[in-house]
């Protein structure tokens, strides 16, 4: 299976910064297909990107994705006070489907 | 509005079984894929199966094929997820998500709780 590995584990910024995550695959995600997530404690994930560089309805755009084949990035422009969450990356290219570890962004 | 509503919070003890369910509204639920995605306490996400409830097509992640059954009942729109002898390690929250491939709509999970 694609094993997909986040980087880093926890990443500490102050608000108003750009917070930059790293999602890397152990073979080539077919077609870019690889989506991000926010998930805050107590709820469900909720769908940012997908298709490595589409943001979901609803969105705001300080999120973007970028990247194909093995290595994969979500960017948050600048940080606001409710992207303090944890990202997971999703590959749905490549059977079985399987998520990153995940990358917490804490407040500094 | 597309919602996935789960039903409730479980508390079992090992080797028992155990059937938790997702049920869909505000779209055909025959026409979309539906997953089920494990999360252990203070972990990541896991992906364990779909299920096209149209024909009942079911796909297993290798890592629970055996371990796991999905099934669903497209005249109440609803899928389920069970096991057959539960397993302390399957204490976990469980989602349930609509689609095949990236998931735009989720349950609000159930959670699962395995122990004597």
């Known amino acids: 299976e694609t094993v997909l590995t986040q980087s880093p584990g926890t990443l500490s910024l102050s608000p108003g910064e750009r917070a930059t995550l790293s999602c890397r695959a152990s073979?080539?995600?077919?077609?870019?297909?690889l989506a991000w997530y926010q998930q805050k404690p107590g709820q469900a994930p909720r769908l940012l990107i997908y298709g490595a560089s589409s943001r979901a309805t609803a969105v705001p755009d300080r999120f973007s994705g970028s990247g194909s084949g093995t290595d994969f990035t979500l960017t948050i422009s600048r940080l606001e006070p409710e992207d303090f969450a944890v990202y997971y990356c999703?590959?749905?290219?490549?059977?079985?489907?399987?998520f990153g570890q995940g990358t917490k962004v804490e407040i500094k | 509005e597309v919602q996935l509503v789960q039903s409730g919070a479980e508390v079992k003890k090992p080797g028992e079984s155990l059937k938790i369910s997702c049920k869909g509204s505000?779209?055909?639920?025959?026409?979309?894929?539906i997953a089920w995605v494990r999360q252990m306490p203070g972990k990541g996400l896991e992906w364990m199966g779909i299920i096209y409830p149209a024909d009942s097509d079911t796909t297993y992640s290798p890592s629970f094929q055996g371990q796991i059954t999905i099934s669903a009942d497209k005249s109440i729109s609803t899928a389920y997820l069970q096991w057959s002898s539960l397993k302390a390690s399957d204490t976990s929250m469980y989602y349930c998500a609509r689609g095949s491939s990236y998931f735009h709509y989720w349950g609000q999970g159930t959670l699962v709780t395995v122990s004597s």
């Open positions: 999703q590959q749905y290219g490549n059977s079985p489907q399987t």
């Open positions: 505000g779209y055909i639920f025959s026409n979309y894929w």
């Open positions: 073979q080539s995600v077919s077609s870019s297909y």
